[in-house]
């Protein structure tokens, strides 16, 4: 009894490791867009393109999430990034079906396990998807109930601001807020809000200009690594359990749930439903759910099924206590809800679609992609190896520290004539449209008296 007990956990660590070797690549992709988002990108930006309802905003949502990552628990963080900096739920929740299930790379990678029949559905469902998605978001979601969870995610993830001008960081709750270019910008005095307002584009940074200087690459490592450390605990047991649920449950157990659904349309129902329960009770990722979805097709799930198994990634147990988190309960409950029932209809839909023109496979599946290879390597090794490489060098980066940036600029107090950088000042005042930084509060109250008798 104890030695099944220990091959079944063996077995077990075996595939959770496995899984997360297939999906290591998008990971580290989607974590690393989410900093680059988070470094590069303004609120201003973000909202020109996906703070409305509209269908402008849901199409480009929808191109961003093509040009994002393929994996669920990697987009989650870039998601979280676009809503906190202003993006609507509704094309929010677009990008976060796009960047998992409308990517070329997934589309690929599904071709290689089951075949280009599964290729194509995939990719014509993910927008039906999205649709019915974002609808039945706009009849249950409260829009007033998202904009107060985004409030709370900037208040519990930003409680410190930088001063725009004089670079002095603050707690954002002393600051001295004004509204610019759709976003909220904080000053430490008076002084540093009227020179900002006399000219606004000298004291701000483009996205062009971050992403051209190595502070603006820093900065974007240090957002990765904020955003892993968030969620590395549900990313770890998220996959151990994937693995042991896969190792301890027999194939009978699969075989007589196939079953079920008596035939017709009932059937079709029965299995679109029934593939994202699998997913939930599983707990694999999108890169992991592809060859777990060939194992279910072989043994007689079908069609309608496992298409709405692929996509039923986005409301694996992990992932619904994230949603939670970043939403709320009330919120992220319902959207796991939309997630679920948008996924199986779409799943009863293509099937039907395909049905229709004669596209469903007739056969059990083939290991059609066993032994692709480039240079003699599989492709998840080369991805693999190509972004463990890139986190090196962000690692790098995060080591190497923000160099040169406005905080580090060295400065003298006019009264003691001690040399300190910006970021150690913790006190400043504004004289004749110059900024003076000071090491105490007696400096500055001694040149605020006389600041002729320091110049």
């Known amino acids: 009894m104890i030695g099944a007990v220990l091959e079944i956990v063996g077995e077990g660590l075996y595939l959770a490791v496995d899984f997360l070797w297939q999906a290591l690549w998008a990971l580290l992709l989607g974590f690393m867009i989410s900093g680059a988002i988070q470094a ?52 929010t929740v677009a990008f976060k079906i796009a960047s998992t299930n409308f990517v070329i790379g997934l589309t690929f990678v599904i071709w290689a396990l089951l075949g280009w029949e599964f290729a194509v559905a995939q990719a014509v469902g993910a927008p039906i998807f999205i649709l019915v998605a974002i609808a039945l978001v706009h009849f249950w979601i409260p829009y007033d109930e998202t904009q107060r969870a985004r409030e709370r995610l900037l208040k519990e993830e930003q409680p410190v601001v930088t001063d ?34 006399q000219n606004p584009d000298t004291h701000t940074t483009s996205w062009q200009e971050k992403v051209t200087s190595l502070n603006g ?40 749930l196939f079953e079920g659904g008596g035939a017709g349309v009932t059937q079709v129902a029965y299995n679109s439903v029934l593939g994202p329960l699998i997913s939930v009770a599983t707990f694999v990722g999108s890169m992991g759910n592809v060859p777990l979805a060939a194992v279910l097709w072989e043994s007689g799930f079908a069609f309608a099924g496992v298409i709405a198994f692929l996509y039923a990634d986005l409301i694996v147990p992990q992932l619904i ?77 995060l080591i190497r520290g923000r160099k040169g940036a406005p905080g580090d600029r060295a400065v003298e107090d006019p009264v003691t004539g001690t040399d300190i950088t910006v970021k150690k000042a913790d006190y400043c005042t504004v004289h004749d449209e110059s900024i003076y930084y000071f090491e105490s509060d007696d400096s500055r109250a001694q040149f605020r008296e006389s600041p002729e008798s320091y110049l």
Not at 166 to 195: A, Q, W
Not at 335 to 353: E, P
Request: aromatic share 12%.
């Open 217 to 256: 690459w820093v900065e974007a490592a240090n957002q990765t690594k904020k955003d892993l450390k968030m969620l590395w605990k549900e990313l770890a047991i998220g996959f151990l359990l994937a693995g042991l649920i896969a190792a301890a449950v027999p194939q009978t157990i699969w075989t007589l």
């Open 40 to 91: 590069f990108v303004s609120k201003e930006g973000m909202v020109n393109y996906m703070g409305e309802a509209s269908p402008k905003s849901v199409l480009y949502a929808m191109g961003f999430g093509t040009a994002s990552t393929s994996c669920s628990f990697g987009d989650i963080a870039a998601t979280k990034t676009l809503f906190k900096k202003g993006a609507h739920i509704i094309p």
């Open 164 to 197: 725009p001008v004089c670079k002095m960081r603050l707690n954002r709750e002393n600051g001295i807020p004004v509204e610019h270019k759709n976003e909220t910008v904080y000053f430490c005095s008076d002084g540093c809000k009227r020179l900002f307002e």
């Open 321 to 397: 206590r994230i949603y939670r988190k970043i939403w709320g309960k009330k919120i992220g409950t319902r959207i796991s809800i939309i997630l679920f029932v948008s996924m199986a209809t779409t799943g009863f839909i293509v099937y039907y679609l395909f049905a229709a023109v004669g596209l469903i496979p007739d056969t059990a599946l083939e290991p059609t992609g066993e032994g692709v290879t480039i240079l003699g390597f599989e492709p998840i090794t080369i991805l693999n190896v190509l972004f463990l490489m890139i986190g090196v060098g962000f690692i790098a980066l």
